[in-house]
């Protein structure tokens, strides 16, 4: 798809901040074994022949530089195009986990002068999982003659942290935070011309300090915002609970099928990891194990990562145990988060409940 580059935002806070993103920017958190969040929204944009990409880093970048490196693994190291990181600006005093702060897309707005030869811009936070065919998303924007085209999915549950919109036949007339059961809820992705984004950011300069979306709502009535419904499924990570709960959704085989498609592959930085090594006399039961791995105990209902060691007569179930983290013999670990470099002693117990996540920073720095 020769006709839009892609523009992803990273610089932002949650509203619901915890030990494992003290260290590590919301797009960095690992997911599934052995991917990070800013996997997914930056795969779509490949997978649709996007060839430049700016990524606008927050303050706390390191881990994003350390996964994205050139995008090699993305196919974006390139004379031509490939991915360009950008600085994040410092955070206004709009409302706590905002997206598209406008300070971040005026200070970049380089990024945008320098293309003369495609004229449209997805424009993604990293915050939802999901698998999305954005060349459709670009044509319905091109046919429909919409100013923006916003990304939108019916709400299955109440969500705090998302923006909702209100609508007149398929047209953006009311903007909210936080959605209910039903509400059309946006998800933080959305296709416009370069020249109309450049000319909102110009409109919108002095009150840079917003989200784009919240200064845009005395507009709405001269600014053509139409939805384009997405009805995959998606999972939004806004805080340690959702962030588990949802996770825990892709042990499901339909669920893991639906994100991991085979037509529109999730890359990730590649490791040089052998396979898992399963122990005789080890179980795992329904569980995700990335490579690297060495399983001795037990594992049950788990997502464990790259490079970790579950010794004879250890028990991992029900939790999410991060790159090179060794559990050793009698030690349980269940209903909890463990951040990466732990070690958990033997005979001891890590146990949380499903409705209190029990979570252990990172072992080390």
């Not at 969500?159 to 007339?173: A, E």
């Not at 809820?185 to 784009?212: A, G, R, T």
């Not at 898992?276 to 194990?289: D, F, L, R, T």
Request: proline letters at 4%; hydrophobic letters at 40%; a negative charge.
């Amino acid at each position: 798809m020769d006709r839009a580059i892609g523009l992803i935002t990273t610089n932002y806070s949650t509203k619901n901040p915890s030990v494992l993103t003290a260290a590590r920017p919301p797009a960095a958190l690992p997911v599934a074994g052995r991917y990070r969040m800013v996997d997914f929204v930056l795969s779509n944009m490949v997978n649709a022949g996007l060839r430049t990409v700016g990524m606008i880093l927050p303050s706390n970048y390191r881990a994003l530089l350390d996964h994205l490196e050139s995008g090699k693994d993305w196919s974006l190291d390139r004379k031509h195009g490939g991915l360009f990181m950008l600085p994040g600006t410092a955070y206004g005093t709009t409302r706590s986990g905002a997206r598209f702060l406008i300070r971040d897309m005026v200070q970049n707005k380089v990024f945008l002068d320098k293309e003369t030869t495609r004229p449209y811009v997805i424009v993604s936070a990293a915050n939802i999982i999901y698998n999305m065919d954005y060349q459709a998303l670009v044509d319905e924007h091109a046919k429909s003659g919409a100013d923006i085209t916003v990304v939108t999915h019916k709400a299955e549950e109440t969500n705090i942290s998302l923006m909702g919109f209100r609508t007149d036949n398929g047209r953006v007339v009311g903007v909210h935070n936080g959605v209910e059961y039903g509400d059309t809820e946006f998800l933080d992705c959305f296709v416009v011309s370069i020249d109309i984004l450049k000319q909102l950011l110009s409109w919108y300069q002095s009150i840079d300090y917003l989200d784009l979306f919240e200064a845009m709502v005395p507009d709405l009535d001269r600014v053509n915002v139409q939805t384009y419904d997405f009805d995959g499924p998606t999972l939004a990570v806004f805080s340690s609970k959702c962030f588990y709960k949802n996770s825990m959704k892709l042990l499901d085989p339909e669920m893991d099928d639906q994100i991991f498609q085979e037509e529109r592959p999730v890359y990730t930085k590649a490791h040089d990891n052998p396979p898992a090594k399963y122990e005789p006399g080890c179980k795992v039961v329904n569980s995700m194990v990335a490579a690297g791995t060495r399983i001795a105990g037990c594992v049950e209902n788990s997502i464990i990562g790259r490079d970790v060691i579950v010794e004879a007569g250890a028990t991992v179930r029900d939790a999410i145990v991060m790159q090179s983290c060794v559990i050793e013999s009698g030690a349980k670990v269940e209903s909890a988060i463990v951040d990466r470099d732990n070690v958990i002693p033997a005979r001891t117990e890590l146990r949380g409940t499903r409705e209190n996540i029990l979570i252990k920073g990172k072992g080390r720095d």
